[in-house]
T-cell receptor
Framework: EPEVTQTPSHQVTQMGQEVILRCVPI?????FYWYRQILGQKVEFLVSFYNNEISEKSEIFDDQFSVERPDGSNFTLKIRSTKLEDSAMYFC?????????????FGEGSRLTVL | KNQVEQSPQSLIILEGKNCTLQ??????????LRWYKQDTGRGPVSLTI?????NTKSNGRYTATLDADTKQSSLHITASQLSDSASYICVVSGQAGTALIFGKGTTLSVSS
């Protein structure tokens, strides 16, 4: 069964460093999303991406964050100058059709720990 | 403000018993409501999606109901199993935009 894969599963970084989280969406999907979940809190929307452009971004997704689709298969989230409060689980999701009606498939997440 | 509230926050039941989880939302205009299961440290997995016109939808032992007039939904789990232990998250989508609005989830623990 096709699935969304994310790497790394866990990354520890020092405050101020840059991290890149990678996602391989399901191959025929066109809609891509990043969400984050701080420990013990609800899942929060970061950004949606379609046709090589950002469709929508939340207030959380400021200049510290960027997304790219560097090739036909990967979808990345870059976090610059990491802060302690960036520690969270970051989920990538993809869909064959867009929100609001489309089904969304989540990856297993990348846990980011900022020290 | 668009919000999704779930109750109870946590629930402990014995294996084999049934349970019902609640979700209230204030998202407007409304498009659809989803229930996800999230195992600890894993990504959410979709259980059901219901549109405005659907009142009930089943997926195996999971049955979701939706009352769009009162903006309430429930997820009923029948004959619970140990593997049902997880967080169950209610997620609502509006008619515009691409952001899903997540509830905080109900943590279900099924014990033997």
């Amino acid at each position: 069964e096709p699935e969304v894969t994310q790497t790394p599963s866990h990354q520890v970084t020092q405050m101020g460093q840059e991290v890149i989280l990678r996602c391989v969406p399901i191959s025929n999907h066109l809609y891509f999303y990043w969400y984050r979940q701080i420990l013990g809190q609800k899942v929060e929307f970061l950004v949606s991406f379609y046709n090589n452009e950002i469709s929508e971004k939340s207030e959380i997704f400021d200049d510290q964050f960027s997304v790219e689709r560097p090739d036909g298969s990967n979808f990345t989230l870059k976090i610059r100058s990491t802060k302690l409060e960036d520690s969270a689980m970051y989920f990538c999701a993809s869909g064959g059709s867009g929100i609001p009606t489309g089904e969304l498939f989540f990856g297993e997440g990348s846990r980011l720990t900022v020290l | 403000k668009n919000q999704v509230e779930q109750s109870p926050q946590s629930l402990i039941i014995l294996e084999g018993k049934n349970c019902t989880l609640q979700c209230n939302y204030t998202v407007s205009p409304f498009s659809n409501l989803r229930w996800y299961k999230q195992d600890t440290g894993r990504g959410p997995v979709s259980l059901t999606i219901m549109t405005f016109s659907e009142n009930t939808k089943s997926n195996g032992r999971y049955t979701a109901t939706l009352d769009a007039d009162t903006k309430q939904s429930s997820l009923h789990i029948t004959a619970s199993q140990l593997s049902d232990s997880a967080s169950y998250i209610c997620v609502v989508s509006g008619q515009a935009g691409t952001a899903l609005i997540f509830g905080k989830g109900t943590t279900l623990s099924v014990s033997s």
